[in-house]
């Protein structure tokens, strides 16, 4: 049987609340890491973040694949599946490609997960200046008090769009702080 066909079934399975099988899970997988064309691997990997928490293990796994292609998939799967996820999009931030640690990044911004703001503001120092950036604007989402001064060091960035994206962070995260001291 062919993997489109298993992923299919699988897709509709989740559609229906049916909980796929171990075995079209396993499919999926191997897919996920055997199959040569990349964007029968993407859909794979969307296929099981569609799967929800059994999918984490295999999806994590596919960050070790050579194609940043794969990986950046792979975490937008992930993201489906929300703050469960967490330390595999924390693990991603150290990727050796900007897109993947940009796409990890973005996906803690979508789940903003307090546990992530450490990892978060070790970003801020990343080499890629578009990585930094995303850092600054999750953690502004977030809006966790322990960013703020961080932020402000980020304020002196080499890169223009950093620097705004860190001072807009900033009032984010000083606005949240004064409401909560209001209550």
């Known amino acids: 049987m062919s993997s489109h066909s298993n992923r299919k079934r699988a897709e509709t399975k989740k559609a229906k609340n049916l909980s796929p099988t171990e075995e079209e899970i396993e499919q999926l997988i191997a897919t996920l890491s055997e199959v040569q064309n990349p964007k029968t691997r993407m859909r794979a990997a969307e296929a099981l973040g569609k799967i929800g928490e059994p999918a984490i293990k295999p999806l994590s796994s596919a960050l070790t694949e050579e194609r940043w292609e794969v990986r950046s998939n792979a975490i937008l799967a992930l993201e489906k599946i929300g703050q ?100």
């Open 84 to 183: 469960p996820a967490t330390h595999v999009f924390q693990e991603a931030m150290t990727d050796r490609d900007w897109f993947v640690r940009a796409t990890a990044v973005k996906a803690l911004g979508q789940i903003k997960d307090p546990r992530a703001v450490k990892g978060l503001i070790s970003v801020l120092n990343d080499k890629d200046w578009f990585v930094r950036e995303r850092a600054a604007e999750v953690l502004g989402k977030i809006g966790d008090a322990t960013s703020i001064k961080p932020l402000m060091e980020t304020f002196h960035d080499e890169e223009l769009y950093v620097r705004a994206k860190a001072v807009l962070a900033f009032e984010r995260v000083r606005r949240r702080i004064a409401a909560s001291a209001e209550r």
